[in-house]
């Protein structure tokens, strides 16, 4: 993912958590970058190592289809952003991900 921690925290993380929008307001943009916030909460539970495998495993599918759900909504077809892009190349290093550890468990 190329994302600077200041680009994060000012302009996707404030957007959400600081009242910056309502949600009837969610523009396609903002929608995008929500789908990209998905993708590092996804990532950020992989990283934690205080939770146990089942809990990790748990949230980060809930992540992942919440990030699919926004960019099925707002489809990057129609409105292609950068965020859009950046989530979507995060969606596929996660199916990318489980494609190899499943490889790898048929063959142990």
């Known amino acids: 993912m190329i994302a600077t921690e200041p680009e994060i925290f000012q ?3 404030a ?3 600081t009242g910056g929008i309502e949600t009837k307001a969610l523009g396609h943009s903002d929608a995008h970058r929500l789908a990209f916030l998905f993708m590092i909460f ?3 539970t992989l990283y934690d190592l205080d939770l ?10 809930e992540y ?8 099925a909504a707002v489809p990057i077809t129609d409105y292609p952003t950068v965020h859009a892009v950046q989530a ?5 290093r996660k199916c990318r991900a489980r494609e190899l550890k499943s490889s790898v468990d048929r063959f142990s």
Do not use: C
């Open 11 to 13: 302009n996707i993380l």
């Open 15 to 17: 957007l959400f958590y």
């Open 42 to 44: 996804l990532l950020g």
């Open 52 to 61: 146990d495998i089942e809990r990790v495993s748990a949230q980060t599918e």
């Open 64 to 71: 992942h289809t919440l990030a699919r759900a926004v960019l």
């Open 88 to 92: 979507m190349v995060s969606i596929h």
